[in-house]
């Protein structure tokens, strides 16, 4: 039996072809799925009855299957979807007035390693499917239209980011498809400028996502040099933030919106300081050189959600205005993400999940000597020097 959610229309019309079924047959099978969240065939009504007895032998909608679900107070409710083998994926709904966000998880765990993350002290497990991808939107979607008591048409998800769990651009095959799933106008309907994909940096996928489904992209970027973000995001190794930044603005070539959003976690005493946010700040302007030409760019300061293994803390709400401030002066949009969901642990960062540690990553880490991020200077103390606990 095949997964009907694993397809994109241009996919699904070439399995309708295979079948027998003209291309067209697709659509009308696209349209019942994903935007009448119907599974039964035999409700397909305007399906020819030797269609739907060939799906009925063939083919079916698998839904996740819901481990447990959380509502905060604040109306963030969190999914986690049992994935089989062990592994578990976490969902994020984020309510707010005249939109509705969905924060969907690429993989179970994550490779990338970035200190500061829950997920990455996880490990990776394994990707997941465009069908597991997508299972995540149509779940929500549909299970909130229902609770919510949405007329046809009216949608209860306005937004989907690709920050949940896993690196997406590491997931690339089954990510594109995907995509193409929310944007199409027989699914989801979703404009480029409300799918966002959140990447670390992995530069060539970037140029690739670029080419073949530009949607809104967010840069996590969380250092203002490669000396610290060698140590934040490991990633910075293989693509340093020149590159990264030349990436991004080869991006906004193609992109549905004229800037990239920059992502930055701040993080008491390492990367928040106000001559960091100075270097950062040249860094994004650049001096309209070749060699440093500036990226059209907001920022978005994420609060850090503290959890236990990360020896890491959240930068006190002073010294985060203070660092916007300095950005808004030099002219750069510049916002404080509002944390939401704390109290399911379902704020950025924290969406651990139950993965398996398959890696052994926390017991290696746990054998290995700390790593300490070296400050400038200027801050180093005895109270400040920072040993991180990795996020990811
Ligand atoms: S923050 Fe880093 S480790 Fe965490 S999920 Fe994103 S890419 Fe992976």
């Known amino acids: 039996m095949v997964n009907l959610l694993q397809f994109d229309r241009g996919a ?31 409700a397909m009504s305007n399906l020819a009855k030797s269609f739907r007895d060939k799906l009925v032998a063939s083919a079916e909608v698998v839904d996740l299957a819901v481990a447990s679900e959380q509502v905060a107070e604040d109306g963030t409710i969190k999914w986690l979807f049992d994935v089989g083998a ?11 007035t005249g939109r509705g966000t969905l924060c969907i998880s690429s993989q179970a765990g994550c490779a990338v390693n970035c200190r500061f993350c829950a997920t990455g002290h996880q490990g990776f497990s394994r990707n997941l499917t465009t069908a597991e991808i997508v299972a995540q939107l149509w779940h929500a979607e549909f299970e909130l239209r229902r609770r919510l008591g949405l007329r046809e048409g009216e949608r209860a998800i306005t937004n989907v ?15 594109v498809p995907a995509l193409r799933t929310m944007l199409d106008d027989h699914g989801y309907g979703l404009s480029r400028r409300r799918v966002t994909v959140s990447t670390s940096g992995v530069v060539p996928m970037m140029d690739r996502l670029r080419d073949d489904c530009p949607v809104a992209l967010a840069v996590s970027l969380h250092a203002p040099d490669d000396a610290l973000r060698d140590e934040l995001v490991p990633l910075n190794r293989k693509y ?31 990367n928040d300081s106000p001559a960091q946010a100075e270097a950062l700040l040249a860094l994004l302007h650049g001096d309209g050189t070749a060699a ?101």
């Open 12 to 42: 699904l019309a070439e399995w309708c072809e295979q079948q027998g079924e003209q291309a067209f047959r697709a659509t009308q099978l696209f349209r019942w799925i994903h935007q009448r969240g119907e599974r039964d065939f035999a």
């Open 86 to 96: 062990g592994d578990a994926v976490e969902t994020v709904f984020i309510p707010e």
């Open 161 to 175: 980011v690709m920050m949940g769990m896993g690196e997406p651009l590491q997931n690339y095959s089954q990510l």
């Open 240 to 270: 340093p933030i020149a590159e990264l930044l030349a990436s991004a603005r080869r991006y906004l070539e193609r992109a549905p919106r004229d800037f990239i959003t920059i992502e930055y976690c701040m993080l008491d005493g390492v």
């Open 292 to 392: 440093a030409p500036g990226l059209a760019c907001k920022v978005n300061l994420i609060p850090f959600n503290p959890f236990a293994a990360s020896g890491l803390k959240r930068s006190p709400a002073a010294r985060v205005a203070a660092f916007a401030a300095v950005l808004q002066e030099g002219g750069i949009v510049t916002t404080i993400r509002k944390t939401r969901g704390d109290d399911i642990a379902a704020a950025c960062g924290q969406l651990a999940g139950e993965v398996q540690d398959r890696t052994r990553v926390v017991e290696r880490r746990a054998r290995a000597a700390p790593v300490r991020v070296a400050l400038p200077a200027s801050r180093r103390s005895a109270g400040e020097a920072v040993a991180p606990g990795r996020r990811s």
